[in-house]
């Protein structure tokens, strides 16, 4: 380098703090508290990527302990993204409406970072492929995401080496669907649940996998609410059916096994 690094520059703080263009005209004082929980947000996901796929590749090679150490790190990378709606929520309806019209067609819905962390978490959907056709950065990220082992795949393979008797069928299923809850699966868990001073380190990433989707089952609840108080049922942006979408997606379960062996014990 021929400068010294410097504070800005390590982090590159003059294209960063310019990445923020407000679209409104007159520009809306409140569109720079959008634009910025939407840029954070997307910061954090890029993180929690990081680390979601990290922690896979460790499953994959029998390194439990740092695996856990990554999901730890999500864990809190989570926190973040569900107390950023807080701020969010200050943005009441009437000042939402004053720049909500110049956001024309993007919506959330679009974040490829977001469906990336719901696919290594095991909730493929090759169809969101399509919504990313035109972004050959997007659509690379999300096929990689597809196409690998989930979170979850991973970690039945791992019990399945250590003699935990994961069915061989749910071991060779194609990776690019997504799971749906097997009977099966809930006795391998129940054996673990039932003695877990016998199986310690899975039982606690049985635990840290309930501790993730719990995390994103508030998060999903924190932006339901927020959408409810600042549009109420109006449609989202981007033509998205707003709140009774977010309303639906809460059903929708990444691990249910781990949720029915409560049930079971």
């Not at 919504?131 to 050959?136: E, L, V």
């Not at 989930?150 to 069915?167: N, Q, T």
């Not at 039932?194 to 508030?218: F, G, K, M, R, S």
């Not at 990444?254 to 062996?261: H, N, R």
Request: hydrophobic share 40%.
């Amino acid at each position: 380098m021929s400068e010294p690094l410097t504070y800005g520059r390590y982090l590159h703080l003059d294209a960063l703090l310019t990445a923020q263009a407000p679209l409104s005209r007159p520009e809306a004082h409140d569109e720079l508290l959008f634009i910025i929980q939407h840029q954070t947000s997307e910061l954090w996901l890029k993180l929690a990527l990081h680390e979601l796929t990290g922690a896979c590749d460790d499953l994959a090679d029998d390194d439990l302990p740092l695996a856990l150490k990554r999901l730890a790190r999500v864990k809190h990378v989570q926190k973040q993204l569900i107390e950023q709606w807080t701020v969010l929520a200050t943005l009441t309806p009437t000042e939402y409406q004053r720049f909500r019209g110049f956001l024309g067609s993007s919506s959330g819905f679009q974040s490829y970072q977001y469906r990336a962390v719901e696919f290594l978490l095991g909730a493929k959907d090759p169809a969101m492929l399509e919504i990313h056709a035109d972004d050959p950065a997007a659509h690379a990220l999300l096929t990689a995401a597809l196409e690998r082992p989930s979170l979850y795949d991973e970690f039945l393979r791992l019990l399945a080496r250590r003699g935990h008797a994961v069915p061989a069928d749910l071991l060779e299923r194609d990776v690019r669907t997504p799971h749906h809850e097997d009977p099966r699966l809930v006795e391998v868990f129940r054996a673990i649940y039932d003695a877990p001073e016998q199986h310690w380190d899975v039982y606690e990433t049985c635990e840290e996998l309930v501790d993730i989707e719990d995390n994103l089952q508030l998060w999903r609840f924190r932006h339901l609410k927020t959408v409810e108080r600042t549009i109420g049922l109006r449609t989202g942006t981007g033509g998205t059916t707003g709140a009774s979408f977010l309303r639906r997606v809460l059903d929708l379960s990444f691990f249910p096994e781990l949720y029915a062996v409560r049930t079971a014990l």
